[in-house]
């Protein structure tokens, strides 16, 4: 035997770069555009340029090269297109923080400068982010990689929203929207984070006009009544019926406002009566709306109260509030103030108060680009994986408001919008010379796009659109979107309505909806409970392909997993079984003195008829495998999918095969033994071959790294490979049948062997009791039942009878084996040890007993505590019916 080619233990970190680095070189990763070819797209979720790898990038990034290794060796056209998102607010904030710690503002160094440093930023964590996906293997054609501000995206972007525009999608106007008072910028619907929160509910009396009394309100935001120009009333109310359309005298500010009869009004809400605030409340804006009221902001972009607050103008929002519910007491005009849930709305990016604030806003039309989108996922065109997710898009869809695009950041596209003096205002595509109305200069409007809408442009986009590129001809539409449920809103829908206006046709066939990675007691990784695993970590110290094996077998399409030790030292583990299993099959196929040998092991052919019962097994649970993969993967579940090829290699191949071919690839004795050894070594080599080969998408560098070192390969690399397909020539159910009897009766003897604590390689006699098929099957793998299991001499008879002191299993229907003690222990010592043990357990079962009748325990302790004794109890109970059975087996 030689020396083998592979170290003796598996080291990742010596693996794994100069591997990535040796398909970079290759060009591997790189898509041919070849028209002959079924094209096959995935286009990343791009990553906030200057975000950190984190575990849910792990999942995600691990998933779509699954698919697209998976995808490539089955010989499609793949293209996995990378890149990045400027991620306007998230990135903008993190800069300004950033100046703010050298003690510079945005403002002193004014937009120009401000951007410069932000482009500065880009750079460097891009170059971060980048080098953390090679880290995690993704097989990105890195030559085709965007940025949602380069010059084609951001030529896209424009040319869409002038056309949006000139279609009358889009408009500007004034609208309450979501402010945040620390960001300075509207933001959108889903942006806001709601959080339950207790305050009061502070209940006012507005007198009526003509001094017959009062009607009260009731409101968790006081200062806001400053704002209110009239009282609603639900129609159907018949306490205040009368009053519609009387006046009553706004307290503080004495002004006169309407009651008002609106359908919205709960009339089991509090007093029946609501204030309107159409300047900062959205339900309210909509009732003013309704009812032609007056809009008064009294909370400015700071959340100041302006000057139509009065005498609180200048006052912070909260102060105001104090003050208004002192003055109002002193009037006497608080009827109460009571306790009361509700939730807030807070600025995802910095969790302040949002304020609503009625602001001139650039908007996207929804309902007319809705129902197309709508439409292509009920017709089928795009898929939710798993399909419970279509519900959660269509509710969205089928209850949307227009989408307020404008961000008051400098960070990101700004509109094309010129404004000039005389009033004149100019969308177009290029800036204009001057105003064509009068002559003058233009301005453009100060106002950035809201980041989604580049990345709802993001499948066409990175392909070329608008231009009519042969990369967007022959890659769109795109095959897979995979991302997490988290974003179905904010990307997902968008992408579908974008795709559907701008190219006709979905962007994705199907959407692949992942979980979160929570941490082992299920929460959120987040960085103020520290709890956050850091993916690189893992990879440094147990190497890629078990981060990503634990990640995929942990997962199952739109669940949440949870990230375990134990998991990664599974994979780990995995990991080294394969190393060593491959080692010792690549160590006999490169023995020197049979350097001639042809191993047509690649046909499968040549071998086909010489191979006997246990080599015909194991191609033919190989031969499964390929087969339930295939479905699985098909089926996008990636998991199942993982697990099942970890149980074949571990379990059939491993811990069986290997072992049964020991005996054919060292045994000398025979005639026919260098025929024995060369055909073992053939099926050796075909099955390390096919598991490598499966292994590769999940665990791409451990598999290419032993595939390299295979004899005789036809590829010149495992990453270009072809995909195993099961083969019906392959398929041999009777002797897999007669294999699973080989390896119940093996398992059956060891049982009995560890019952009486025999050492491994102590021989005992073995007695079957067997006939016909069975028998014949079972004395011809004797030579293998005695290497896996000492059982020598093995004597299968139809009537055997059992022996006088010996244990007994029972395998199936007519099958059973008998394991003599006489002259293999002290039977008498045995029995004295058994009755020994007995004693003691059904001393302990007892105490438990007593335990759980006594009174004071079962009421005093926790219900966990009883469970336990209850199932010690059992337990007990179980040992000793075992222990009185192998007794009589002795007696
Ligand atoms: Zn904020
Ligand atoms: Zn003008």
Not at 354 to 362: A, G
Not at 635 to 663: M, P, Q, T
Not at 854 to 878: C, L, N, T, Y
Request: glycine share 6%.
């Amino acid at each position: 035997m030689s020396e083998a080619k592979l170290p003796p233990v598996y080291d990742p970190a010596a693996v794994e770069t100069d591997r990535y680095n040796f398909w970079l070189k290759q060009d591997y990763f790189k898509a041919a555009r070849d028209e002959a070819r079924i094209p096959y797209t995935i286009v990343i979720p791009p990553p906030n340029v200057t975000g950190s790898l984190h575990m849910g990038h792990a999942l995600n990034n691990t998933i779509q090269d699954v698919l697209i290794r998976w995808k490539r060796m089955q010989g499609l056209d793949t293209l996995w297109l990378p890149g990045c998102d400027h991620a306007g607010i998230a990135t903008q904030n993190v800069v300004e923080k950033h100046l703010a710690e050298e003690g510079v503002n945005k403002d002193d160094l004014g937009r120009d400068r401000f951007l410069e440093k932000v482009w500065e930023w880009k750079d460097t964590y891009h170059a971060r982010i980048t080098k953390q996906l090679y880290r995690l293997g993704v097989s990105c054609d890195w030559s085709r990689e965007r940025f949602t501000m380069d010059e084609g995206c951001s030529m896209a972007v424009r040319k869409v929203f002038v056309d949006l525009y000139r279609k009358g999608l889009i408009y500007r106007g004034d609208y309450l929207i979501n402010w945040c008072p620390r960001c300075h910028t509207a933001l959108s619907d889903i942006e806001v984070e709601h959080e339950d929160e207790t305050s009061t509910l502070t209940h006012i009396r507005y007198p009526l006009e003509d001094g017959s009394g009062s009607i009260t309100v009731a409101t968790t935001r006081p200062e806001t009544m400053l704002g209110d120009t009239a009282v609603a009333v639900n129609p159907e109310d018949s306490r205040y019926q009368k009053l519609v359309g009387k006046k009553v005298i706004l307290p503080l500010l004495n002004r006169l406002i309407p009651i008002v009869a609106d359908d919205y009004v709960d009339p089991s809400f509090g007093s029946g009566a609501v204030k309107v605030t159409p300047g900062h409340d959205i339900n309210d804006f909509a009732i003013g709306r309704r009812h032609n009221l007056e809009i008064i902001s009294i909370i400015d972009e700071d959340a100041k109260m302006t000057a139509a607050a009065g005498p609180y103008a200048g006052l912070d929002r909260y102060d105001c509030r104090k003050k208004v519910v002192a003055d109002l007491e002193a009037l006497g005009l608080v009827e109460a103030i009571r306790e009361h849930e509700h939730s807030l709305g807070h600025c995802q990016r910095c969790s302040t108060v949002v304020e609503p604030l009625v602001s001139r806003q650039w908007f996207v039309k929804m309902t007319p680009l809705a129902k197309p989108a709508l439409a292509a996922v009920e017709d089928g065109s795009t898929q939710f994986v798993p399909p419970r997710f279509t519900r959660i898009y269509q509710n969205w869809l089928e209850n949307i408001r227009d989408w307020c695009i404008s961000r008051q950041l400098w960070w990101g596209h700004r509109i094309p919008a010129w404004y000039c003096a005389c009033g004149e205002m100019v969308v177009d595509y290029e800036e204009p010379l001057n105003c064509p109305a009068c002559g003058g200069k233009v301005a453009q409007d100060p106002d950035v796009l809201d980041t989604w809408f580049s990345s709802a442009l993001w499948p066409f986009s990175t392909l070329g659109w608008p231009e009519k590129t042969a990369d967007l001809e022959h890659f769109y539409p795109t095959s897979v979107l995979v991302t997490a449920y988290d974003i179905i809103f904010f990307w997902v829908a968008r992408m579908m309505f974008m795709s559907l206006e701008f190219m006709g046709e979905v962007p994705f066939h199907t959407v692949y909806i992942t979980g979160l990675v929570r941490d082992p007691l299920g929460r959120k990784m987040s960085k103020s409970l520290g709890n956050g695993i850091d993916p690189l970590e893992i990879i440094e110290k147990y190497g890629t392909d078990t981060l990503r094996f634990t990640l995929v077998t942990g997962q199952a399409p739109g669940n949440d997993q949870r990230f375990r030790q134990e998991s990664v030292e599974a994979g780990r583990n995995f990991a080294n079984k394969i190393w060593n299993a491959s080692r010792f099959v690549l160590m006999n196929l490169s023995d020197q003195e049979e350097a001639a040998i042809d191993f047509a092991p690649y046909d499968p052919e040549v071998m086909l008829p010489g191979l006997n019962r246990i080599d015909r097994w194991i191609l033919h649970r190989y031969n499964e495998t390929v087969r339930q993969t295939n479905n699985l993967l098909e089926e996008y579940e990636l998991g199942e999918a993982a697990r099942l090829i970890y149980e074949f290699i571990w379990n059939d191949f491993c811990d069986w095969y290997v072992e049964l071919s020991k005996y054919f690839l060292y045994r000398k004795d025979q005639p026919a033994a260098e025929e024995d050894r060369n055909r073992t070594r053939a099926v050796l080599a075909y099955v390390l071959d096919g598991v490598m080969r499966l292994l590769h998408p999940f665990m791409p560098f451990i598999s290419e790294e032993i595939w390299q070192q295979l004899p005789n390969r036809r590829e010149e690399a495992l990453i270009v490979a072809s995909w195993p397909e099961p083969l019906e020539k392959h398929l041999f159910p009777q002797e897999a049948a007669e294999m699973q009897l080989v390896q119940e009766v093996a398992r059956a003897i060891r049982n009995l062997r560890s019952q009486i604590q025999l050492p491994p390689g102590k021989k005992a006699a073995v007695i079957v009791r067997a006939g016909g098929e069975t028998a014949r099957c079972l004395q011809e793998e004797s030579h293998q039942l005695a290497r896996l299991a000492f059982a020598e001499p093995l004597t299968v008879e139809p009537d055997a009878l059992k022996p006088k002191q010996s244990l007994t299993a029972i395998i199936g229907d007519g099958l059973e084996l008998f394991l003599p003690l006489e002259g293999i222990i002290d039977v008498e010592a045995e029995i004295g040890r058994l009755e020994k043990e007995f004693l003691q357990v059904q001393a302990e079962k007892k105490k438990t007993d007593g335990k759980l009748k006594s009174d004071g325990f079962i009421k005093k302790a926790p219900p966990e505590v009883i469970a336990k004794e209850e199932a010690r109890r059992e337990e007990q109970a179980a040992r000793l019916t075992k222990l009185e059975q192998r007794l009589r087996e002795l007696k």
